[in-house]
C-alpha cells in the first residue's frame, strides 16, 4: 500500500461544476498537507497549505484536512477550462515530503 | 514564475552518458529539492540540501549525485544513463522555517530523454 493514494482520473466536467479532489494516506505522523496544481510541461505550483483538521478557503478553492480518517480533499468552484491540469496532493512529516501520483482534471468549456 | 531556475529546458544524449542538470533556488531559500517525475512512477523525491549539507535522501540511485554549492546553486549529476532515466526533473526550493512546515517552489523542470 502506497502512503499516499489518489485516484489518478482522468477527471473531465463541465465549465461552472464543482470539483472535488481527494488523497488519502496511511502514516499518521503527517503534519502539514499541500495541493499544487501542475499544467502540462510545467513545475508544480503551490495552491493550498494547510496544518490542522477542518477547512481552509481561498477564493474558489477549499482544502479540506480530516485527520482522524487520514482524508484530504481539494474542492473547486464555479470550475474553469483554465483549471484543466493535474492537481497533487502532498504532505509532510519532518523533512519527509510524499506526493500522491495526480489527478488529471479537464474543464470543458 | 516561481523564482526557481533550471537548466537546461530539454537535454537529449545517449546511453551510458552522465549529465549535469542545475538549479538555483529562490532569493534566500536555504533548501533545495529534486525530484524525479516519470508517467509510471509520478513525482519521486531523490534528495534534499539545507545550506551546503545533504539534509534528507529519498529514492536516488547510486549513479546519481547531487550537490549545494556555497552560492546555494544546486547540480544533480547522472551518469550511466539508462533509457529509464528519460524523465522530468525538477528542482524546488524553500526558506527555513518550522521544521517540516517548508513550502516548496518549483522550478520549471529539465526534461530529459535518454536514446
Known amino acids: 500500500q502506497k502512503e499516499v493514494e489518489q485516484d489518478p482520473g482522468p477527471l473531465s466536467v463541465p465549465e461552472g461544476a464543482i470539483v472535488s479532489l481527494n488523497c488519502t494516506y496511511s502514516?499518521?505522523?503527517?503534519?502539514?498537507f499541500m495541493w499544487y496544481r501542475q499544467y502540462s510541461r510545467k513545475g508544480p505550483e503551490l495552491l493550498m497549505y494547510?496544518?490542522?483538521?477542518g477547512n481552509k478557503e481561498d477564493g474558489r478553492f477549499t482544502a479540506q484536512v480530516d485527520k482522524s480518517s487520514k482524508y484530504i480533499s481539494l474542492f473547486i468552484r464555479d470550475s474553469q477550462p483554465s483549471d484543466s491540469a493535474t492537481y497533487l496532493c502532498?504532505?509532510?512529516?519532518?523533512?519527509?515530503?510524499?506526493f500522491g501520483a495526480g489527478t488529471r482534471l479537464t474543464v470543458k468549456p | 514564475d516561481s523564482g526557481v531556475t533550471q537548466t537546461p529546458k530539454h537535454l537529449i544524449t545517449a546511453t551510458g552518458q552522465r549529465v549535469t542538470l542545475r538549479c538555483s533556488p529562490r532569493?534566500?531559500?536555504?533548501?533545495v529539492y529534486w525530484y524525479q517525475q516519470s508517467l509510471d512512477q509520478g513525482l519521486q523525491f531523490l534528495i534534499q540540501?539545507?545550506?551546503?549539507?545533504?539534509?534528507a535522501k529519498g529514492n536516488i540511485l547510486e549513479r546519481f549525485s547531487a550537490q549545494q554549492f556555497p552560492d546555494l546553486h544546486s547540480e544533480l549529476n547522472l551518469s550511466s544513463l539508462e533509457l529509464g532515466d528519460s524523465a522530468l526533473y525538477f528542482c524546488?526550493?524553500?526558506?527555513?522555517?518550522?521544521?517540516?512546515?517548508?513550502?516548496?517552489?518549483f522550478g520549471p523542470g529539465t526534461r530529459l530523454l535518454v536514446l
Open positions: 524546488a526550493s524553500s526558506a527555513p522555517g518550522l521544521a517540516g512546515s517548508e513550502t516548496q517552489y
Open positions: 502514516n499518521s505522523a503527517f503534519q502539514y
Open positions: 494547510t496544518y490542522s483538521s
Open positions: 502532498a504532505m509532510v512529516n519532518n523533512n519527509d515530503m510524499r
Open positions: 532569493s534566500g531559500d536555504l533548501s
Open positions: 540540501y539545507y545550506n551546503g549539507e545533504e539534509r
